[in-house]
Structure formats: structure tokens, C-alpha cells
T-cell receptor
Framework: EADIYQTPRYLVIGTGKKITLECSQT?????MYWYQQDPGMELHLIHY???????EKGDLSSESTVSRIRTEHFPLTLESARPSHTSQYLC???????????????FGEGSWLTVV | GNSVTQMEGPVTLSEEAFLTINCTYT??????LFWYVQYPGEGLQLLLK???ADDKGSNKGFEATYRKETTSFHLEKGSVQVSDSAVYFC????????????WGAGTKLIIKP
């Protein structure tokens, strides 16, 4: 069982509101990720982190921002939500990648965001 | 660069049918290969993985063999159940992508009773 938690699971907010999606993991993993996914569709990496005070942008441009002040916590913030941000956001974590380690990524259950 | 190609879905089968979902990859060296599954309304879970050529990953009746010669990692199950209905993602991780996971587009599997 993966110990990675996301809140809220479901959220409906109005356009222009600020929203923070929380993600916490208790596995002590250094690497954490945020993916954006429309239902049943491809995963798009939007942010990742190698460890505390490290944040990198992923393959898909996103208006969101992230922070990594503590190993276990990797929140994602949208300063001004728009309907185009409506999607599922998946947080994930893994151990630091080593050759042959397999690099298994553990996912949270996802946060479904609807912006109206 | 690295890439993963999966067969397009949806794949629709009857219960107890044999399942194959094709996955081929492009990468240099010896990447690790994965299958993840996403049940409706949930996040992704690791289904199985293989870290070197000719390894076979297996879990919950699913199997996939790492074939270096054909750069493939096809997912198979001998007898599917309705509860196997989900989206299946093939992925790889290798040194030349800095061990970031490279994902396939996903294949939706629908099993009818």
C-alpha cells in the first residue's frame, strides 16, 4: 500500500479563485511529481521535485506553481483558476532513481478540480 | 529520445477471454519497464514491472515479458474478469531520460459479462 494522500479529492470552485491542492507522503521519498490527466487519457507531467527546495517544470506547461519546503509535502497552487484548469491532478512520489532500482512511482488517489 | 507506444483503445472483450495489450518502446541502453493500472475514479497503481531483458513481471494473473530484441513489453492475461475493466498504462524509465517515467497514452479495457 502506498502512503500518499491528496486533499481535496473533489472540488468545485469559481473562476478567479485561488486554490491549493495538498499532497503528502509518509514514505520518505525524495522525488515527488504532479501530473494532470483528463479522465482515462494520457498523463502529463506538470511539476516535479528532487527533494527539499527543488522544483522543476514538467513536459506540459502549466499556470500552477509548487513548493517543497518539507520532504513529505508538495502542494500545488493555482493563483487564479479558470475553466481550462478543470481536470484531475495526480500527485506521486518515488525513491531517488538509481540504475536498476525500477523507479516505482506511487500515486495518490487524485484531486478532481472543476472550475465554473 | 525515449518513447512508449501502446495499442489504441478501447479494447472490448467478453469475460474469460484472453487479453493482449501491446506496448513497444524506444530507448537506448536497458530501461526498466512498467505497467500501471487505473481503475475508474482512482489514481494509478503499479501492476507489474521488469528491470532487465527477459525478465517477466507478473501480478493478479497479468504477465509481461521484457523483450529487448523486439523492444516490447506486451501485457497478457489468460482469462479476464469484469473487475479488470480499467485503463492500462505502459511506461519506461532509463538513464537517458534521467530516470523520469515516460508514459504511453493508455489503453482502456472494457470487459463485458
Amino acid at each position: 500500500e502506498a502512503d500518499i494522500y491528496q486533499t481535496p479529492r473533489y472540488l468545485v470552485i469559481g473562476t478567479g479563485k485561488k486554490i491549493t491542492l495538498e499532497c503528502s507522503q509518509t514514505m520518505g521519498h525524495d522525488k515527488m511529481y504532479w501530473y494532470q490527466q483528463d479522465p482515462g487519457m494520457e498523463l502529463h507531467l506538470i511539476h516535479y521535485s528532487y527533494g527539499v527546495n527543488s522544483t522543476e517544470k514538467g513536459d506540459l506547461s502549466s499556470e500552477s506553481t509548487v513548493s517543497r519546503i518539507r520532504t513529505e509535502h508538495f502542494p500545488l497552487t493555482l493563483e487564479s483558476a479558470r475553466p481550462s484548469h478543470t481536470s484531475q491532478y495526480l500527485c506521486a512520489s518515488s525513491e531517488w532513481g538509481l540504475s536498476g532500482s525500477g523507479n516505482t512511482i506511487y500515486f495518490g488517489e487524485g484531486s478532481w478540480l472543476t472550475v465554473v | 529520445g525515449n518513447s512508449v507506444t501502446q495499442m489504441e483503445g478501447p479494447v472490448t472483450l467478453s469475460e474469460e477471454a484472453f487479453l493482449t495489450i501491446n506496448c513497444t518502446y524506444t530507448a537506448t541502453g536497458y530501461p526498466s519497464l512498467f505497467w500501471y493500472v487505473q481503475y475508474p475514479g482512482e489514481g494509478l497503481q503499479l501492476l507489474l514491472k521488469a528491470t532487465k531483458a527477459d525478465d517477466k513481471g507478473s501480478n493478479k494473473g497479468f504477465e509481461a515479458t521484457y523483450r529487448k530484441e523486439t523492444t516490447s513489453f506486451h501485457l497478457e492475461k489468460g482469462s479476464v474478469q469484469v473487475s479488470d475493466s480499467a485503463v492500462y498504462f505502459c511506461a519506461l524509465s532509463g538513464a537517458d531520460s534521467n530516470y523520469q517515467l515516460i508514459w504511453g497514452a493508455g489503453t482502456k479495457l472494457i470487459i463485458k459479462p
